[in-house]
């Protein structure tokens, strides 16, 4: 099911202006970093690493959206990465990344329908996956360095939301969700400082989200279990990056059945 995008992110151009600033902000974090510098929040990774990941995706993303597939690319090989000879130039590199992306964007309409993994069969998903893959892999390199992260409130909404409407989607990658089944059971998730909720029905053949609308209170009380927390600190929680059991995060109902969403809802 996909659901209605929460607040003014909903907006193409929103989008579209967000990944260049959080890559910015990325940019930023590196800068009298060593690329060696481990990343915790990914275990095994190096800043250089996460940076070539993240430019990686942007313009394989971009040659998608030129290319306009209507079905699964045969390669993963999309898009010529062009990585720079030396180190010292893979922030550049991720900046040019980004512009690279930009310049696609103004040339596609996010309307079209195109091939995607996910819930919604335009070109305008992959700007969003974009966004959210850039914005939490931006908290990453700051997290490494020393850098306590902040996400602005509306932006964090509508990435809980992109993440739980296309999570039922992923396990061709992520084959643990298809574990994420049950007898009707519900979790409800709300951002504290925006109206923006969601419930989550687990189901025989799998599980649906939909939004939670109404008292939250009432929501929550009627659901097996509930999360609740800030926007930003919701989309951490969702993406593997903060603990539930922190201070940040009320949480009601049945443990157990939290434990099994958080073991294979990763990402």
């Known amino acids: 099911m996909n659901v209605p995008d929460p607040g003014r992110t909903s907006s193409h151009v929103t989008r579209r202006e967000a990944i260049a600033a959080e890559t910015a902000k990325f940019v930023a974090a590196l800068a009298g970093a060593s690329l060696a510098t481990p990343v915790p929040s990914c275990p095994g990774w190096t800043l250089l690493d996460l940076v070539r990941h993240t430019g990686s995706v942007q313009r394989r993303f971009s040659a998608l959206l030129r290319e306009g ?39 596609v309409d996010p309307d079209a329908p195109m091939w995607a993994w996910g819930a919604d069969q335009h070109a305008r998903f992959w700007v969003r996956r974009m966004l959210f893959e850039t914005l939490v892999h931006r908290t990453d390199a700051e997290t490494a360095v020393g850098i306590r992260p902040t996400v602005d409130r509306e932006l964090a909404a509508d990435g809980v939301d992109e993440f739980l409407v296309n999570l039922p989607f992923a396990a061709s990658f992520a084959p643990e969700v298809a574990r994420l089944r049950g007898q009707d059971e519900t979790l409800h998730f709300r951002c504290t400082d925006s109206e923006a909720g969601w419930l989550v029905r687990l189901r025989p053949d799998g599980f649906g989200v939909e939004p939670a609308h109404g008292d939250p209170a009432a929501a929550a009380a009627s659901a097996d279990a509930a999360v609740h927390a800030a926007a930003a600190d919701l989309l951490l929680l969702v993406y593997g990056r903060l603990d539930r059991r922190s201070d940040a995060f009320t949480v009601h109902g049945d443990h157990d059945l939290l434990e099994r969403w958080f073991a294979h809802s990763a990402f």
């Open 69 to 107: 597939f209507q079905e699964p690319p045969r390669s993963r090989e999309i898009g010529e990465l062009r990585l720079p000879d030396h180190e010292g130039g893979y922030p550049e590199w991720l900046t040019a990344s980004a512009a690279e992306a930009a310049e696609t964007f103004t040339a």
